[in-house]
């Protein structure tokens, strides 16, 4: 090996070509196919996106021109995209000990990188997959070699396991911030290593992050209202908060309202239903393209939006027209809008995709949404100023932030009742939930604090001061990372260890 100057070589064994002294035999034998696409997880085929460091199987017997029987390994086009961090992945018999080797490697996040690959198959004609980090797959045949697959090893577990719950806790310590031409009202981590900022109508943009804060990608908010089939002209809008669907295929974004010709009365925060303010939109974000693929009309001043576990449903809270829209997210279009009270803000949907809390600022109390029937309920009082709603991963508990009274409270869905309440700062305002439920994170506008709740005996174990008027937060679950959007124009990056 020659190199023009000095560094280290990793090199990885993946078979052997024989000599024409060897015995001919029929196994090692090459089959060219033309090349067939045998996976794609983005299209969650056959499976979603991977997991960092947990195994996922991928069968490559019976597709793509491989024959079920007779195929000991296979040639590949594998594709690591979407990458969530810099890292690698390994493919390897299946039912086998994952092997110290690599076959794709990604320098940076959010990196497209193929590479030819050479894979033995497992016992049950499928290949395992370790990926360092949290990314997509895409894998071509291109031919299969004759042979016997590898024998199993005993203490491999013949089923994938189950992708661990990270652990919320530890030492939250800054460590970067995000500046530039922002003005973030709100920060939503994507789970596949994206960070969404909306900066309203003050900027007219999406900006997007990865787990570094450097920027990905910068949206417009401005769109040619014909090519959605919604009239002529071009209007702008002005990117309130955003939602991730379940598969992190998409984005919502909610507009605050629409500006350019025919856009209507723009929407103002002590607005009425009376005060005639237009109708806004809802931005759906491919987030393969970063691009705005649909525009959906909802309600008066949309702020806060969630999409429904089964992903079947898109729910917005339309603050000046005092309902929530229920989107069909299939057909794309609004199939229910449901007054409710005044100023309907934060969401939460239950597990069985069923019920829609939200809580209703203006009113002091929570409704319930029946997503099939629209059958309203009501809670008692819950506090003054309830703003943002959090779901626990059990559906038992509702944590609420409550902006006039400097607290959070936590509310028994049984009973939709307060059974624990604990100040954080002035002013608290967003919440994100850690996927284990252990950890819920505020932050206080006036206060300028983000305080960390512990959820089973409601107590704030840490807070940490921030830039001026923090009002967005989001949690990463598997870098423990925190985002907070600032109104100064940062965002500001945390992490737990």
């Not at 396991?161 to 973030?184: E, F």
């Not at 939109?281 to 429904?308: E, H, M, N, W």
């Not at 309907?344 to 997503?371: E, I, K, N």
Request: glycine share 12%.
């Amino acid at each position: 090996v020659s190199s023009l100057v000095a560094g280290h070589l990793v090199v990885d064994v993946a078979g052997l070509f024989t000599g024409p002294g060897d015995t001919e035999g029929t196994d090692g034998l090459f089959v060219p196919l033309a090349p067939t696409r045998v996976a794609d997880t983005r299209t969650r085929e056959p499976r979603g996106r991977l997991v960092g460091g947990v195994r996922a199987d991928v069968p490559l017997v019976g597709v793509g021109g491989v024959p079920v029987t007779g195929a000991g390994a296979v040639l590949v086009n594998a594709t690591a995209t979407e990458t969530s961090l810099p890292g690698f992945l390994t493919m390897y018999p299946a039912g086998t000990t994952r092997p110290l080797a690599s076959n794709v490697n990604a320098d940076r996040s959010w990196q497209t990188v193929p590479n030819l690959v050479l894979a033995r198959l497992g016992a049950t004609g499928a290949v395992s997959v370790h990926a360092q980090h949290t990314g997509h797959l895409v894998v071509d045949v291109l031919g299969w070699f004759t042979g016997v697959p590898e024998s199993g090893d005993p203490g491999v577990p013949a089923a994938e396991p189950a992708p661990p719950v990270p652990s919320s806790g530890g030492r939250l310590s800054l460590t970067g911030a995000i500046g530039g031409s922002i003005s973030p009202k709100s920060v939503v981590a994507s789970g596949g290593g994206l960070l969404f900022a909306q900066n309203m109508m003050y900027t007219h943009t999406i900006t997007v992050y990865d787990r570094a804060g450097r920027l990905v990608a910068t949206i417009p908010d401005r769109v040619d209202l014909a090519a959605f089939g919604l009239g002529v002209g071009v209007q702008a809008g002005a990117p309130v908060e955003a939602a991730v669907a379940p598969d992190g295929r998409h984005v919502y974004v909610s507009n605050y309202s629409m500006y350019g010709p025919g856009a209507g009365r723009e929407g103002f925060d002590d607005c009425t239903p009376a005060d005639g303010v237009a109708d806004s939109t809802v931005y759906r974000v491919d987030v393969s393209t970063l691009a705005i693929d649909q525009v959906i009309p909802v309600g008066p001043v949309p702020k806060f939006l969630t999409v429904s576990p089964d992903g079947r449903r898109l729910v917005v809270s339309n603050w000046c027209g005092d309902s929530v829209s229920i989107v069909d997210t299939a057909a794309g279009s609004e199939i229910r809008r449901v007054r409710l009270g005044r100023y309907p803000r934060g969401l939460a949907v239950t597990a069985d995709s069923s019920t829609a809390y939200v809580a209703l600022m203006g009113d002091d109390r929570l409704a319930t949404v029946d997503l099939t029937t629209g059958a309203v309920g009501y809670s008692g009082r819950v506090g003054s100023g309830p703003r943002h709603l959090n779901l626990s991963p059990d559906g038992r508990w509702l944590y609420v932030t409550l902006n006039a009274d400097g607290a959070v409270a936590k509310v028994d869905t049984s009973t939709l009742a307060v059974v624990a309440r604990v100040p954080t700062g002035t002013q608290p305002r967003s919440a994100a939930l850690a996927a284990d439920g252990r950890h819920l994170y505020v932050v206080n506008y006036e206060s300028q604090t983000a305080s960390r709740v512990r959820t089973d005996d409601f107590v704030v174990d840490a807070v940490v001061g921030t830039a001026n008027h923090p009002i967005g937060i989001t949690y990463d679950d598997e870098t423990n990372q925190l985002a907070i959007a600032c109104y100064d124009g940062r965002i500001l990056l945390f992490v737990e260890k």
